[in-house]
């Protein structure tokens, strides 16, 4: 599986735009790039999916470059409620373990 | 909605006890995953299975053992617990591999406590 690079930690101001890169330099032809959300105190939940260009749903989008060795998830508009840590994974539809690492957590502020 | 329940949310073991956190899933999954989180250190994958009986090591499978005799629920067993095994677990289970929706869904964790 793909390995993944992203932020450890990142500040938000309530109401902005927040973008999260996630590098996977060695992404192979069939990997999807996957993004989890984890509440403190709860397990991780599926956000978003997507294989190239742009994906987007009622909670965010995601920004894949023609290359695919990075992805960007982007939370339109946060709240302290957005408050979390967020995963990126590779790989989830060509292999069977799903790998989270340390994830990106990401601290909204009033 | 899919649903992953883990028998208990805390649990308190004493060092050299052989505990068992229990997980059930009632979608159908044919995958099922047990991860311990650390601070600073992220998921970690313990074990998976894929299907009844069937196994395989994650990343740190060491101290641990696990049990999947029915398709909905998945057991981990610490043989004998220690104090480096004070985490949260987490249990997930999935659709097989290649299927339209792999989507992970995870239980509320359960945080084990070894004295």
């Known amino acids: 599986l793909a390995k993944t690079t992203q932020p450890i930690s990142m500040d938000s101001y309530e109401g902005q735009e927040v973008n999260i890169t996630c590098s996977h330099n060695?992404?192979?032809?069939?990997?999807?790039i996957t993004w989890y959300q984890q509440f403190p105190s709860q397990g991780p939940r599926f956000i978003i999916q997507?294989?190239?260009t742009k994906v987007t749903n009622e909670v965010a989008s995601l920004f894949i470059p023609a290359d695919r060795k990075s992805s960007t998830l982007s939370l339109p508009r946060v709240s302290l409620s957005d408050t979390a840590v967020y995963y990126c994974?590779?790989?989830?539809?060509?292999?069977?373990?799903?790998?989270f690492g340390t994830g990106t957590s990401l601290t909204v502020i009033p | 909605d899919v649903k992953v329940t883990q028998s208990s949310r805390y649990l308190v073991k004493r060092t050299g006890e052989k505990v068992f956190l229990e997980c059930v899933q009632d979608?159908?999954?044919?995958?099922m995953f047990w991860y311990r989180q650390d601070p600073g250190l992220g998921l970690r994958l313990i074990y998976f299975?894929?299907?009844?009986?069937?196994?395989e090591k994650g990343d740190i499978p060491e101290g641990y053992s696990v049990s999947r005799e029915k398709k909905e629920r998945f057991s981990l067993i610490l043989e004998s617990a220690s104090t480096n095994q004070t985490s949260m677990y987490l249990c997930?289970?999935?659709?097989?591999?290649?299927?339209?929706?792999?989507?992970?869904?995870f239980g509320q964790g359960t945080r084990l406590t070894v004295v």
């Open positions: 979608m159908d999954h044919e995958n």
């Open positions: 299975s894929y299907d009844v009986k069937m196994k």
């Open positions: 997507g294989y190239k």
């Open positions: 060695n992404i192979a032809t069939n990997d999807y």
């Open positions: 997930a289970s999935s659709l097989r591999q290649g299927s339209p929706n792999t989507e992970a869904f």
């Open positions: 994974l590779v790989g989830v539809r060509t292999g069977n373990q799903f790998y």
